[in-house]
């Protein structure tokens, strides 16, 4: 069996994409504010449901990108 051995410059890259992903999940909710004009302490007040949203929002893009790295490595 492989070990994995995650390093700081994974872990770094791997934040910042989870960080990514909040800033859209925020966006999301401010589109959302504009869209059905309503009160914008929706904003820190759904912030739990923001955290949910971006967190769903990585897994999925970290679904791609093992399937990605999987066609990738099946080309070779």
Known sequence: MKNIIITPRKLKREIFIWLLCLVAAIG???YS???YNTS???LYTHLGYVVVISIVIYL???VFRGLF???RKLKK
């Open 40 to 42: 914008w302490s929706e």
């Open 33 to 35: 504010i504009i869209y």
């Open 69 to 71: 790295l999987l066609l």
């Open 28 to 30: 999301l909710n401010v």
């Open 60 to 62: 999925i893009l970290w």
